[in-house]
C-alpha cells in the first residue's frame, strides 16, 4: 500500500520541485497518489496566499486542481474516524515538538500547522496508510501517540521524503 503524502511532499511536486520525479514515477507507473484532505488544504492555501498576479499561462494552483482530477490520486477524507483521532492527539499533544528547532511563521501559524500535521497524521493511520515527509521528527512524535492509544494496531508508519 502507498503511503500518504505530506504537505512537505505535495507541496513540491510541481515543476523542477524537489519531489516533480516522485510525481513523475508515479504517473509513469500508474501507482496511487494519496493526499489526505489536510494536505491538500495546506497545498491550495500556500498556492493561493502567495500568488501575487494570476499569470497568463498555466499557473501552479492551475496544475494542482487539475492534478487533483487525476485518477490516480486519492484524497483521503477526514472523517469521523480520523477527527476523533486528531482530537484526541491535539489534547495529548497541544504544541509542537519543535523543542530547539523553530518552525517558520508566527507562533499561531505554528500551532496551525502542528494541527494540521495531526490531521494528516490522522487521516493516514484511519485509512491504513503510512506518511511520506520531510517532517519525520514531528510525525515520528505522533507514530508513538498513536501507538500508545492502540498498542495492538500495526504503527503509523513514517517514511523520508528526503532520501
Known sequence: MPDAWDTSVASRTHGTGR???????????????????????????????HLRVEAAFHSPADWFAELLEHSLV?????????????????AKLPHPPTGKRRRAGTRARQRAA??????????????????????????????????????????????DARL
Open 19 to 49: 519531489h516533480a520525479g516522485l510525481l513523475e514515477a508515479h504517473l509513469l507507473a500508474r501507482r496511487p497518489i494519496v493526499l489526505p484532505a489536510p494536505t491538500v488544504q495546506e497545498v491550495v492555501h500556500g498556492l493561493h496566499a
Open 74 to 90: 486519492r484524497v483521503l477524507p477526514f472523517d469521523r474516524v480520523s477527527a476523533v483521532l486528531a482530537g484526541r492527539l491535539l
Open 114 to 159: 502542528w494541527a494540521l500535521d495531526i490531521q494528516i497524521a490522522a487521516c493516514a493511520f484511519a485509512g491504513g496508510y503510512g506518511v511520506l515527509t520531510e517532517n519525520v521528527e514531528d510525525f515520528g512524535v505522533l507514530r508513538e501517540a498513536i501507538a500508545a492509544m492502540f498498542p495492538d494496531a500495526p504503527p503509523l508508519a513514517v517514511s
